[in-house]
């Protein structure tokens, strides 16, 4: 299974920390989140991952590599200034990602959740691994019932990992939009899996998000 890194985005509400610094290569608990996350699904049996890059994507791509000091093989998805958002950004870099379904995590965040879990036979369109709801986010985004995601309360928060099947694009056209609206779709259908995840879990779109995850890591 291959993987995907998202790391485009321009990391507004972190400013003015991302004006030189790309959001997955700020540090937590001693490397770069970048790092952190090429280990782990390295770590996880992994071996090729694309990362989609915009903002400074020449300092992304300048830490990354081809891959090799992680046991890798790493491949680029370039966007354009703006990026594509999540759906968007996906769907641009499906020619690299294959026919077979991948894994994606969200280059802002920081977990323990054991990545080789997504090494799985994917029931549906998409598998979500949710979490907690965190304070910034007390409503959540999801229900889950069984092994399957839901709109029912009570919901959890989508973790930014998951699963999915190039068939959820089908239809789709390119340009720049987000992962949401094609998971609800899925979940109308009752095509979207899930678990919970009770592990440590930061997002880290905000300094105050940053600095409460710095403080726990510590």
Not at 196 to 212: E, I, K, M, Q, V
Request: aromatic share 6%.
């Amino acid at each position: 299974m291959k993987a995907m890194i998202l790391c485009a985005g321009r990391g507004e509400r972190l400013r003015p920390l991302t004006d030189r610094t790309p959001k997955p290569l700020l540090e937590l608990a001693g490397k770069p989140l970048l790092a952190r996350h090429l280990e782990n699904l390295a770590a996880a049996g992994f071996r090729d991952v694309v990362i989609n890059t915009a903002h400074l994507a020449e300092r992304i791509e300048a830490f990354a590599g081809d891959g090799r000091r992680w046991g890798l093989r790493i491949r680029f998805s370039r966007e354009p200034r703006g990026a594509l958002e999540t759906g968007g950004g996906i769907l641009n870099a499906l020619p690299l990602l294959g026919p077979a379904p991948f894994a994606v995590v969200n280059g802002d965040i920081w977990t323990d959740y054991p990545l080789a879990e997504l090494m799985r036979s994917l029931d549906g369109l998409a598998h979500l691994v949710l979490v907690d709801n965190p304070p910034h986010h007390a409503n959540g985004d999801f229900g889950l019932r069984d092994g399957r995601v839901t709109s029912q309360p009570p919901r959890l928060t989508f973790s930014g990992i998951g699963v999915y099947d190039p068939r959820l694009y089908e239809g789709r056209e390119g340009g720049r939009f987000p992962l949401a609206p094609l998971l609800r779709e899925a979940e109308s259908k009752g095509q979207l899996s899930g678990e919970h995840y009770p592990g440590r879990w930061f997002d880290l779109g905000s300094p105050a998000r940053l600095a409460r995850a710095r403080r726990a890591l510590a």
